[in-house]
């Protein structure tokens, strides 16, 4: 099969919207392969600072894409309930979740991920995920730039309090206390460096569905993409 005519189904859309837990749950009922882009900016952006790159040496951040190697493994036993524990990432085979969902790693990853050099170098990275019998990919631009020629596009959005609500949920689960205010500035910060950047700016794809997600369940989204979905089938 051509890797054009493998099917993706992108799902975009600003920190904490929903993205990753639906589309871990949509390629897990389509047995799909499964592609969390904002990953490798992360993957990036801890490696980098582990090798004390600054953000700004182009060049050094190049040199590390092109050697960088990550994949995904998903262990869940309930293909309707797959939570971020259940995912693994290996950064050139080291698990790295945990040090890659850090709010550091998150901010450090946005910067870098402004820079069109470093978009451009991750492009083929992404693209190398298209595999048969399909790929779901999550991210800020994989129905605009990523996968321009996705079947289905989807844009997950939720409003930034109900998004920071999730992110302090999130974290209470880890044993970690965060107050809500420092955690809707950085969504905010990062939403306005996501979408304001020149290249690949975080929007809907002119195609994308738009989904709200403030007022459902992570199982009514699911539901409702996977209905529009197997509609085009
Ligand atoms: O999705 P996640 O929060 O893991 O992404 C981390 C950062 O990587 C985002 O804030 C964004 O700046 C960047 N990113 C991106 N394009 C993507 C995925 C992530 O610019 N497709």
Redesign the pocket.
Known sequence: MSSSVIPVITIDGP?GSGKGTIARQLAAILSYHYLD???L??ALALQSQEQNIKPDDCESLLALCQKMNVRFGVSAPDKSNISQEHVSVYLNDREVMEELRTEDC?AR??QL?SQPKVREALLNKQRSFRKAPGLVAE????GTVVFPDAESKFFLTASPKERALRRQKQLKKQGISASLGPLLTDIET?DS??QNRKV?PLRPATDALLVDSTELSIEQVVNRIAEVVRGRH
């Open positions: 920190a882009s904002g990953a900016y992360r998150a990853a946005s991920a991210g800020r631009d994989m990062r460096r996501d690949s």
